[in-house]
């Protein structure tokens, strides 16, 4: 797994809480990768987050979701879940002290689904990026084809954004992204028909090209990478681009 940037671990006090909480609550595989990488984005999908018991407590309130017999919750219940994880999307990924496994709440569909877990030594062994690539499969019924990042949430994140103006003359941005590929070769490279990513450590960050808008080119970097990332910049200047907010 590619890690953009140098993760920001737990403080111990959220070491000394989590060890002071249930933990039987949450995966073991969930528990180990907070510890290792911290809380961030996984292939850009993804949010790992601290447990968080308070965000679902006023949605048993909302009707969001419909409540039959084949329901892991009640809607009363929902008040009760500790989320974990959250999508882009809204999606909300918790846990529930009278649900084995997970619950997947929906942020677009109807139903709350319980997503069981491996027993406690193969959810070890996997790990919980393989349990999320799991859950990635079963509610969107495809894999992901790129290869594996994980985004740290640092707190020292900057970024800027450029847009290459269409018009003849102008490239196109899988041409842009072909040529800085050439110039710069990337540590790690993700592409498919709507963005680009090129990935570099020394930039502790990506440029993201949104092939589906035909112009927008992000940048995001660490603070200490200030100086990497005005060459970047100088650079996608040269080439056509032009800095917007």
């Not at 495809?142 to 800027?160: C, I, K, L, N």
Request: with cysteine; aromatic share 12%; net charge negative.
């Amino acid at each position: 797994m590619y890690i953009v940037s140098e993760p920001k671990r737990l403080s111990e006090h959220h070491r000394q809480q989590l060890e002071a909480e249930n933990t039987v609550l949450y995966p073991p595989a969930y528990l180990q990768f907070l510890q290792q990488y911290g809380e961030g984005t996984y292939r850009g999908w993804m949010n790992v987050q601290l447990p968080d018991p308070e965000v679902l407590r006023p949605f048993a309130e909302y009707g969001l979701w419909e409540h039959d017999e084949d329901s892991p919750i009640t809607e009363q219940q929902i008040g009760e879940c500790t989320a974990i994880g959250s999508t882009v999307d809204g999606d909300f990924l918790a846990v529930h002290p009278r649900v084995n496994g997970l619950l997947w709440l929906p942020r677009h569909a109807e139903q709350i689904q319980a997503i069981p877990l491996p027993a406690v030594e193969e959810e070890e062994a996997v790990g919980y990026a393989l349990i999320l690539d799991g859950i990635y499969r079963r509610m969107y019924g495809r894999s992901q084809e790129e290869s594996v990042y994980y985004e740290p949430w640092t707190g020292t994140r900057e970024h800027f954004f450029l847009r290459m103006p269409p018009g003849a003359g102008r490239l196109a941005l899988t041409e842009l992204a072909d040529l800085y590929r050439a110039d710069h070769p990337p540590d790690l490279f993700i592409a498919n028909p709507y963005v680009c990513y090129l990935f570099y450590r020394e930039l502790g960050g990506y440029i993201r090209l949104n092939l589906a808008g035909g112009q927008e080119v992000a940048v995001f970097y660490e603070q200490a990478a200030g100086q990497v990332s005005a060459r970047m910049k100088e650079w996608l200047l040269s080439m056509g681009c032009e800095l917007y907010a």
